[in-house]
């Protein structure tokens, strides 16, 4: 039997804590998903683990010093529900900010993610200070 999901997005967490890539991807389903909101400058689907490591060079460099810290997993069979703190800084007006995101995981019955939707508290204050408007 597998690990369990939620240990398994630690493993994840780990391994990019860590800028092992090919640990990171081992964990994802080739047909992975990954839905940002629409108005992100990063926004849209991101489809397979081929295009994930692009997708998260693009969400990284939108920002500077970007850090997201886990705060909880939450494990209901097939899904994980991760709670956590993003701060970062705009590239352009130096604005720093500190904003809650929850995010769902969606695995396969053989531990490997097939979907990951983050979701933003306030998309509108990460655009605006992304636009140097904050």
Do not use: C
């Given at each position: 039997?597998?690990?369990?999901?939620?240990?398994?997005?630690?493993?994840?967490?780990?391994?990019?804590?860590?800028?092992?890539?090919?640990?990171?991807?081992?964990i994802?389903?080739?047909?992975?998903?990954?839905?940002?909101?629409?108005?992100?400058?990063?926004?849209?689907?991101?489809?397979?683990?081929?295009?994930?490591?692009?997708?998260?060079?693009?969400?990284?460099?939108?920002?500077?010093?970007t850090?997201?810290?886990?705060?909880?997993?939450?494990?209901?069979?097939?899904?994980?529900?991760?709670?956590?703190?993003?701060?970062?800084?705009?590239?352009?007006?130096?604005?720093?900010?500190?904003?809650?995101?929850?995010?769902?995981?969606?695995?396969?019955?053989?531990?490997?993610?097939?979907?990951?939707k983050?979701?933003?508290?306030?998309?509108?204050k990460?655009?605006?200070?992304?636009?140097?408007d904050?």
């Open positions: 039997m597998h690990k369990p999901n939620k240990e398994r997005v630690r493993d994840f967490f780990a391994a990019a804590a860590s800028a092992n890539d090919d640990a990171m991807l081992a994802l389903h080739p047909n992975l998903r990954v839905i940002e909101a629409e108005s992100l400058p990063y926004g849209g689907v991101v489809e397979g683990r081929s295009n994930f490591k692009e997708f998260t060079k693009r969400v990284f460099k939108t920002w500077k010093n850090r997201v810290i886990t705060e909880e997993l939450i494990e209901d069979g097939n899904k994980v529900v991760v709670l956590a703190t993003m701060s970062g800084e705009s590239k352009t007006s130096q604005t720093q900010f500190t904003m809650s995101i929850a995010e769902i995981w969606s695995f396969d019955n053989d531990g490997l993610v097939t979907e990951i983050p979701f933003y508290f306030d998309t509108k990460l655009i605006d200070i992304y636009n140097g904050l």
